[in-house]
Every structure is written in structure tokens, then in C-alpha cells.
Nanobody
Framework: QVQLVESGGGLVQAGTSLRLSCAAS????????VGWFRQAPGKEREFVAV????????YYTDSVKGRFTISRDNAKNTVSLKMNSLKPEDTAVYYC??????????????????WGQGTQVTVSS
């Protein structure tokens, strides 16, 4: 079992950057695919980025490609989401999620068993 804790959210101006971190408990974090999702008020939870276990391949939703970067440090049991050139439409609660050995349908939030509590990101114009 894995417990996830996000940090790094805040209120920033458009065009600036934030780095979100997802810290995980457990000794086998390297076996987990880890995704970032976000949910804005009144909207569905949406996929943002994922890093796939074993290969460390990464995928992003189109709206963040070229601006966001997901990375992991298995030695520290952390996954980070570096967000550059933030826009007001990036405003949401950001969640990290993890699932062991997940290789397919990783953009679907239903595939993830473990979730953090979320961290608020607010981008002002």
C-alpha cells in the first residue's frame, strides 16, 4: 500500500512557475505508475501527466505539453510536476495518483487506486 502527499501549490501570477511534489510512503515506489490529475470547480477531474513505471516514459495532455514536466526520483520516493508559463486555466486542485504496474489506460483516473489529498494551484491573470 502507498500513501501519497502532495505539496507545492499556491497562488501565482500568469506566466510564472510552480513545482508540485508528490511524496510516497513504501519501499517499492519504483513499481508504480504515477499520474497527475486536476479538477477545477464545476469540472470533471482531468488527466494532466503521467510517468510510467519501469520505462519512465512520460505523457501529457495537450494543453500542458511544452509547459509541464513530470519526473521521478525513486531513491526519494517522489514525483514532481514542474509547471512553467502558467495560465489562469491551469487553476485547479492538483492530485497525484499511483497504481502498481499500471501500463495501460493510465490517462483514466479510474485506473488508480492510491490518491493524495490534493494541492490547490491558483493562477491569477
Amino acid at each position: 500500500q502507498v500513501q501519497l502527499v502532495e505539496s507545492g501549490g499556491g497562488l501565482v501570477q500568469a506566466g510564472t512557475s510552480l513545482r508540485l511534489s508528490c511524496a510516497a510512503s513504501g519501499r517499492t515506489f519504483s513499481r508504480y505508475t504515477v499520474g497527475w490529475f486536476r479538477q477545477a470547480p464545476g469540472k470533471e477531474r482531468e488527466f494532466v501527466a503521467v510517468i510510467i513505471w519501469a520505462s519512465d516514459r512520460t505523457y501529457y495532455t495537450d494543453s500542458v505539453k511544452g509547459r509541464f514536466t513530470i519526473s521521478r526520483d525513486n531513491a526519494k520516493n517522489t514525483v514532481s510536476l514542474k509547471m512553467n508559463s502558467l495560465k489562469p486555466e491551469d487553476t485547479a486542485v492538483y492530485y497525484c495518483a499511483a497504481d502498481e504496474f499500471l501500463l495501460t489506460s493510465y490517462t483514466s483516473f479510474q485506473k488508480y487506486h492510491y490518491w493524495g489529498q490534493g494541492t490547490q494551484v491558483t493562477v491569477s491573470s
